[in-house]
């Protein structure tokens, strides 16, 4: 008997097992898939208050996209301060073609600053259109005005939620991916539990509990259905896309944003994992767990980056591209769900079925403190209960990580590598390599490192390892290519699969790699 079932293994549902893991519930978490395979491994990686949210804010005297950023200003804060291993400061710049936008924007961006308090991460700045050039020299150099620089913050997203579920684990979390929810146990006419399936396996799984959590970000709806089938909806999904190309185009740390798209939108230009990311797009979309990437983003995207880079970037110089499915949450039917703010709500249906959705990631860990606060007023757990702990709560992999940092050769590309995935967990992967036995020396991947995963982080496909708990997928799709056959044969060897296994575990892969991640 669990006090608190979770559904959904992403970045709330993860956020929520470890605040009510801390809190001294007893926890259980169900995934379908792998731990973040959907929204919450296909972010831009930034953890940030939303500069465009604050324009609309201004704009239009908008309260509610006002709070939006002021909360999300400081929960970057307590990101960046909570795992440092994974996180980081990124400063980022506007390039700007007329005259009069430099006070428009450098304004809002003091406004930014201002609103960031005491938990500031760095000044924002004007610069002339010569030191814009030195520090992005890729930008369109054809009547640029200057720029403005600000700072906001980087993370690694499918990382973090491993680090949040690794801690909530050392609380006594217990955590299944590839576990399948199929229906709710009734007592009553109220949820006492669920019926899960093991895909690996292969058998079904009942779980009783006091309170049931849907935390399936754009699949809400579809858990909710489950619970009253007569249920009005609350979701409308929207999907962005992103691509990834070499770092050639990006040379230097700075980030790019792009205030001026078609779509009234802002596209970044990110440095990440020496290649560089473009994102995003905003389409109405259906809740899947590999969306598709369409030509017609595709092309938007590169023509956004060709309107402001004194290049010809084309489709055959994207090395990688992912799709993620936004959980907004439809408060106004009528508008373009570019328009929709990201907030959050929670709601108990009164079959006791708890649904939190909506927000972005940069709050996960509010979205999770209000919702197991709210269970703690709505459930009776007949026991003592701390109040969140959190804020100052640092996450799996940088409780010592200044200590670690110390003993890290920075010039060792492997160690750095390392160290930026697992924190002061590297130690105990580096100390087992005499030789590296590569299973991608591009981009230092080892065998030691996949049977690290293997034993600690809940690897049970390929593409768990290939895809998220090392990201090569994402940035570089021939690469991972060149991987699976070596990471396929290891976990076979490891997890005991025959041959027929470990063809059909490699062909499965193989197919998603060659369409949709």
């Known amino acids: 008997m669990y006090d608190v079932i979770i559904i959904g293994g992403g970045a709330t549902g993860s956020g929520i097992a470890l605040d009510a893991s801390l809190r001294g519930l007893k926890v259980l978490l169900v995934e379908a898939h792998d731990f973040a ?27 509610s996209q006002y709070a939006l950023v002021k909360e999300g200003l400081l929960e970057r804060f307590k990101i960046l301060k909570n795992a440092p291993h994974l996180s980081g400061k990124l400063s980022l710049i506007t390039p700007l073609y007329q005259y009069f936008e430099i006070p428009y924007i450098y304004s809002g961006l003091i406004l930014y600053d201002l609103l960031s308090g005491r938990y500031s991460i760095g000044k924002s700045k004007s610069l002339p259109p010569q030191k814009t050039i030195k520090e992005a020299p890729s930008v369109k150099r054809a009547n640029l005005k200057g720029s403005v620089k600000y700072y906001d913050g980087r993370f690694n997203d499918a990382r973090m939620v491993i680090a949040l579920l690794k801690s909530a684990q050392k609380l006594g979390a217990e955590l299944k991916n590839h576990t399948e929810f199929k229906e709710f146990i009734f007592e009553n006419g109220k949820i006492t539990g669920i019926k899960a399936y093991d895909k690996i396996k292969k058998e079904t799984l009942t779980f009783k509990a006091k309170c049931v959590i849907n935390a399936t970000g754009p699949f809400s709806d579809f858990i909710r259905k489950k619970a009253d089938p007569d249920i009005e909806e609350i979701m409308r999904p929207s999907r962005g896309i992103h691509i990834v190309i070499d770092k050639k185009y990006l040379p230097t740390n700075n980030g790019l944003l792009i205030p001026k798209t078609d779509d009234g939108r802002v596209v970044f230009i990110l440095p990440y994992k020496d290649k ?108 003592p209960l701390k109040k969140c702990l959190t804020n100052n709560y640092r996450v799996f992999g940088s409780e010592n990580y200044e200590k670690t940092k110390k003993l890290i050769d920075f010039s060792n590309p492997l160690e750095k590598h390392l160290f930026s995935l697992y924190g002061d967990q590297c130690i105990e992967i580096i100390n087992s390599i005499q030789k590296p036995d590569f299973i991608s020396e591009k981009y230092f991947i080892t065998k030691k490192e996949l049977l690290y995963t293997l034993k600690n982080e809940w690897v049970k496909k390929p593409l768990d390892f290939i895809v998220r708990r090392t990201q090569i997928a994402l940035i570089d799709r021939k690469e991972a290519k060149n991987m699976l056959q070596k990471t396929t044969e290891i976990m076979g060897e490891f997890l005991g699969w025959d041959e027929n296994e470990i063809y059909e575990e490699y062909t499965e892969a193989l197919e998603i790699l060659n369409g949709d991640i």
């Open 37 to 63: 395979e959907g929204t919450s491994s296909r972010s831009t990686k930034l953890a940030h208050g939303g500069v465009r949210y604050l324009e609309a804010a201004v704009k239009h005297l908008d309260k």
């Open 276 to 383: 560089c990311l473009v994102g995003t797009t905003d389409v109405e979309a259906k809740a899947e767990i590999h969306p598709k990437v369409t030509d017609e983003e595709i092309e938007y995207l590169l023509r956004q980056v060709n309107r402001y880079f004194d290049t010809d970037l084309k489709k055959e110089d994207i090395l990688s591209s992912f799709a993620g499915i936004r959980p907004l949450v439809n408060k106004n039917p009528n508008a373009p769900t570019a328009k929709l703010t990201r907030e959050h709500i929670i709601e108990k249906l009164p079959c006791n079925l708890v649904t939190i959705t909506g927000g972005k990631w940069t709050t996960y860990r509010r979205m999770a403190e209000e919702t197991v606060d709210f269970i703690v007023e709505n459930f009776d757990f007949q026991k």
